[in-house]
């Protein structure tokens, strides 16, 4: 076996390869918090990387340009995250999520309530975070199963399978939001690709469910403190009792809607003639932007949600402020996570390891789509956390492309990273450990279902991606 290069040590990419371990070993083996970890790892990468320069003062500006870095992303990406953070917790304060699955369950049918559990986790883990979701619909999942007493692991997963899928490549979910800005995408054309390429991945993932379903059972078992009665009186709230449907929705769809729209009107003036460009009111693409823009519109969806809490808790409009605190301080842990991996990121781009890279492969033409998944795939395995795998993806793959770019469109590289971000799932996820507890699944019975569906979904998206990169290297936007 042919030893390293010695540029790989010493250089670039040996600087990034140190800092994705020092992450790894931050997290797994000291437990430190996700954005300690990214935030003293960017410092590390910015310190390496000045040994190299001249100058007086380089440490000191290594120093500040990590700080400038976490308060660009912070600036970008802040004021979102912390919108949809207001949608999905008021959405679930006011009933509005139970109200979207107990709906889709009773149009798609009983029958079909494994379809519906995916199709609704696909819907709320946009503006809602994934473990909300969870702790939302494991206990109609379980009431579920209850009721006709088989098909708890195909209820189980199928939720999962919709859920991940969204959380990993569609905004605003922080993550998805992240690697698009740094990817130079705009969040309407992530919106509509997400939902585009997620849809049949996670439908794949409901029919390994079944599969897995047919081959293993488990009972939906009382919870510690649980009675079957609490559980049964835990889903039989009545549903005149919850908001309607279109309210319920409203905070989610809406603001989809409208940052598709702006994008999709943009696509379609950048292919305009000139003739046809000047026949569109300048008025009216103003207005389209300007509720298309990511902030304004999940500002209206959170408006809506907050009025149907209100409504429904008959809270005063001069008491809803007091309603913002938790989503707040959920958001706000999120955004220091987020913020930090900018910093990181920003740090592994000005650390240059793009032209080694390509030196080390020669003649040898990168797959930048398999490279971007298999990056953040092993950071994943690795530490467990999805959004620092998503991060760290993010980052080195924009380093490796550099100027050169990535021989295709980067939505394929943004697909890749969210589809990444979800595999390998084992005992080291945060996520898995809230699905065994709520759901009384044992780590044997996890480890045999939820971690092959989800893991699988992984895989199924790569290839998904692959093929349409193939076929399609750039996309007309």
């Given at each position: 076996?042919?030893?390293?290069?010695?540029?790989?040590?010493?250089?670039?990419?040996?600087?990034?390869?140190f800092?994705?371990?020092?992450?790894?070993?931050v997290?797994?083996?000291?437990?430190?918090h996700?954005?300690?970890?990214?935030?003293?790892?960017?410092?590390?990468v910015?310190?390496?990387t000045?040994?190299?320069?001249?100058?007086?003062?380089?440490?000191?500006?290594?120093?500040?340009?990590?700080?400038?870095?976490?308060?660009?992303?912070?600036?970008?990406?802040?004021f979102?995250?912390?919108?949809?953070?207001?949608?999905?917790?008021?959405l679930?304060?006011?009933?509005?999520?139970?109200?979207?699955?107990?709906?889709?369950i009773a149009?798609?049918?009983?029958?079909?309530?494994a379809l519906?559990?995916?199709?609704?986790?696909?819907?709320?883990?946009?503006?809602?975070?994934?473990?909300?979701?969870?702790?939302?619909?494991?206990?109609l999942a379980r009431?579920?199963?209850?009721r006709?007493?088989?098909?708890?692991?195909l209820?189980?997963?199928?939720?999962?399978a919709?859920?991940?899928?969204?959380?990993?490549?569609?905004?605003?979910?922080?993550?998805?939001?992240?690697?698009?800005?740094?990817?130079?995408?705009t969040m309407?054309?992530?919106?509509?690709?997400g939902?585009?390429?997620?849809?049949?991945?996670?439908?794949?993932?409901?029919a390994?469910?079944?599969?897995?379903?047919?081959?293993?059972?488990?009972?939906?078992?009382?919870?510690?403190?649980?009675?079957?009665?609490?559980?049964?009186?835990?889903?039989?709230?009545?549903?005149?009792?919850?908001?309607g449907f279109?309210?319920s929705?409203a905070?989610v769809?809406?603001?989809?809607?409208?940052?598709?729209?702006?994008?999709?009107?943009d696509?379609?003036?950048?292919?305009?003639?000139?003739?046809?460009?000047?026949?569109?009111?300048?008025?009216f693409?103003?207005?389209?932007?300007?509720?298309?823009n990511?902030?304004?519109?999940l500002?209206?969806g959170?408006l809506?949600a907050?009025?149907?809490?209100?409504?429904?808790?008959?809270?005063a409009?001069k008491?809803?402020?007091?309603?913002l605190?938790?989503?707040?301080?959920m958001?706000?842990?999120?955004?220091?996570?987020?913020?930090?991996?900018g910093?990181?990121?920003g740090?592994?781009?000005?650390?240059?390891?793009?032209d080694?890279?390509?030196t080390l492969?020669?003649?040898?033409p990168?797959?930048?789509?398999?490279?971007?998944?298999?990056?953040t795939?092993i950071?994943?395995?690795?530490?467990?956390s999805?959004?620092?795998?998503?991060?760290?993806g993010?980052?080195?793959?924009?380093s490796?492309?550099?100027?050169?770019?990535?021989?295709?469109?980067?939505l394929?590289?943004?697909?890749?990273?969210?589809?990444g971000?979800?595999?390998?799932?084992w005992?080291?996820?945060?996520?898995?450990?809230?699905?065994?507890?709520m759901?009384?699944?044992?780590?044997?019975?996890?480890?045999?279902?939820?971690?092959?569906v989800?893991?699988?979904?992984?895989?199924?998206?790569?290839?998904?991606?692959?093929?349409?990169?193939?076929?399609?290297p750039?996309?007309p936007?």
């Amino acid at each position: 076996m042919l030893p390293l290069p010695l540029a790989f040590i010493g250089g670039p990419l040996g600087i990034v390869a140190f800092s994705i371990l020092f992450i790894v070993f931050v997290i797994a083996v000291l437990r430190l918090h996700a954005f300690f970890a990214l935030i003293l790892a960017a410092t590390v990468v910015s310190l390496l990387t000045a040994t190299g320069q001249t100058g007086e003062g380089r440490f000191v500006k290594a120093i500040e340009s990590v700080m400038a870095e976490f308060g660009t992303t912070a600036g970008k990406l802040g004021f979102a995250i912390a919108l949809a953070a207001v949608i999905g917790t008021s959405l679930m304060e006011s009933g509005a999520a139970d109200k979207i699955v107990r709906r889709m369950i009773a149009v798609l049918g009983e029958g079909r309530a494994a379809l519906a559990l995916c199709l609704t986790g696909f819907v709320l883990a946009a503006p809602v975070f994934a473990d909300t979701v969870f702790m939302l619909m494991l206990p109609l999942a379980r009431s579920l199963a209850r009721r006709t007493g088989k098909d708890y692991i195909l209820y189980v997963c199928a939720m999962g399978a919709g859920v991940v899928v969204t959380n990993g490549i569609v905004p605003p979910a922080p993550g998805p939001m992240f690697v698009a800005d740094k990817l130079g995408i705009t969040m309407g054309h992530a919106i509509l690709t997400g939902i585009a390429f997620g849809l049949l991945p996670a439908l794949a993932g409901l029919a390994t469910a079944r599969w897995i379903n047919r081959r293993m059972q488990a009972p939906p078992r009382p919870l510690e403190g649980e009675t079957a009665e609490a559980l049964t009186a835990q889903a039989a709230k009545p549903e005149s009792e919850l908001p309607g449907f279109l309210p319920s929705i409203a905070p989610v769809v809406l603001p989809l809607i409208l940052i598709a729209a702006a994008a999709t009107l943009d696509a379609i003036l950048k292919h305009a003639n000139a003739a046809t460009r000047a026949s569109v009111p300048t008025a009216f693409v103003q207005v389209i932007q300007f509720l298309g823009n990511k902030n304004v519109a999940l500002l209206l969806g959170a408006l809506i949600a907050l009025a149907v809490n209100a409504r429904q808790k008959n809270i005063a409009w001069k008491n809803v402020g007091a309603r913002l605190g938790k989503p707040i301080e959920m958001a706000g842990v999120m955004i220091l996570i987020v913020s930090a991996g900018g910093a990181f990121g920003g740090m592994i781009q000005a650390a240059g390891i793009g032209d080694q890279v390509r030196t080390l492969a020669g003649d040898h033409p990168l797959n930048y789509v398999f490279l971007a998944w298999l990056v953040t795939i092993i950071i994943r395995g690795a530490q467990g956390s999805a959004t620092v795998a998503t991060i760290a993806g993010a980052g080195v793959m924009m380093s490796i492309a550099g100027t050169a770019g990535f021989g295709v469109h980067p939505l394929y590289i943004f697909l890749a990273i969210g589809f990444g971000s979800k595999g390998l799932l084992w005992m080291n996820d945060a996520g898995f450990w809230i699905v065994s507890r709520m759901s009384g699944l044992t780590q044997g019975e996890m480890l045999k279902s939820w971690s092959v569906v989800i893991s699988l979904i992984s895989v199924y998206g790569l290839v998904e991606v692959l093929i349409a990169s193939t076929l399609w290297p750039q996309l007309p936007f």
